[in-house]
């Protein structure tokens, strides 16, 4: 064999080499729970959608349902089965943090999607791929606070708030987002509660129901996501009050868009589950072909009023 065919067959069994190892580049994921609403539901479509469209990745889909005790054994799954990453949207933020770490300890690097996990758990984690809560929750206060100032009333207003699911860091952190912030835009805004709806839009209807029991004046609700403000608002126009309120989400679904568009729902954060998707799944690979990967890896989500809906289109979701 002369050296010019030995170096073309070496060329040819590097690129076999290369492209089977491209080929078993395996991605686990473990979500929290795609039956509880549509925007997770649309999530799940768009990674798979993602990752069938990417010759190199092969993925092995699960669902925790909501159970943080089946999302810790799904982790353990995963771990036997030798993926090269996994990626865990988090039940509970504190409770998946043993699974992580053993998952990191495994050599297996891991990345949160959407909602992070607590803090004490970053040293496992390789990068956090999804929306800034904190931000998300801030920027729902100043939509909250501009609408307030436009009607004349920022000086005596006083809102509710019904919050996601307990435990849950992105209901956490957009509560604490929108706590911050509105006192520091408006003073003599009064957060009277907050109860959790659990991103159900059911249970949201439920505890504005007992809200307006409770409280003869309230003029603003901001809601966690669309999902449960429009479950408040459903409430509030039985009880025949939701035109004193103004109603404000933390995600914008299609309930949300088309209860703005109708004039009913004033505003809330667009935040598209395809980019969120199809960021939390390149965010893996660049991490396993050793990219120089923030450990924060945010994508934007913009305001979303009334006012200026019709840069928007509606959410798939």
């Not at 865990?88 to 297996?108: D, H, L, M, Y």
């Amino acid at each position: 064999m002369t050296l010019r065919s030995t170096l073309v067959v070496s060329t040819a069994l590097a690129a076999l080499a290369g492209t089977a190892s491209a080929q078993s580049m395996q991605i686990g994921i473990t979500q929290n729970n795609v039956g509880v609403d549509s925007y997770q539901t649309t999530y799940e479509q768009a990674f798979i959608a993602a990752a069938e469209a990417n010759d190199d990745v092969e993925t092995v889909v699960l669902d925790a349902g909501g159970d943080v005790a089946r999302q810790i054994a799904q982790m353990e799954d995963l771990i036997q089965q030798e993926v090269d990453a996994i990626i865990i949207w988090p039940t509970n933020g504190e409770a998946v943090i043993p699974a992580v770490r053993k998952a990191s300890q495994a050599g297996i690097p891991v990345i949160v999607t959407n909602s992070n996990i607590a803090e004490q758990g970053f040293d496992f984690v390789a990068s956090f791929s999804g929306p800034d809560n904190i931000t998300q929750g801030a920027r729902s206060a100043e939509i909250m606070c501009d609408r307030f100032k436009a009607q004349g009333i920022d000086g005596e207003a006083q809102i509710v708030q019904i919050s996601g699911q307990p435990g849950y860091t992105t209901a956490i952190e957009r509560a604490q987002g929108f706590e911050e912030r509105l006192p520091e835009v408006c003073p003599d805004v009064t957060l009277m509660e907050t109860q959790p709806g659990d991103w159900n839009r059911e249970k949201s209807q439920q505890v504005m129901e007992a809200f307006l029991v409770k409280y003869d004046d309230i003029d603003g609700v901001y809601a966690g996501d669309d999902n449960m403000g429009v479950g408040a608002l459903n409430a509030a126009k039985a009880a025949g009050r939701a035109g004193d309120i103004t109603f404000v989400g933390a995600t914008n679904f299609a309930v949300g868009y088309e209860a703005m568009a109708a004039g009913e729902y004033w505003g809330s954060i667009y935040q598209s589950p395809v980019d969120d998707a199809e960021a939390a799944l390149q965010t893996a690979i660049d991490v396993l072909n050793g990219e120089d990967v923030p450990f924060l890896n945010y994508f934007d989500t913009p305001k979303i009023t009334q006012d200026n809906m019709d840069e928007f289109t509606k959410p798939v979701f």
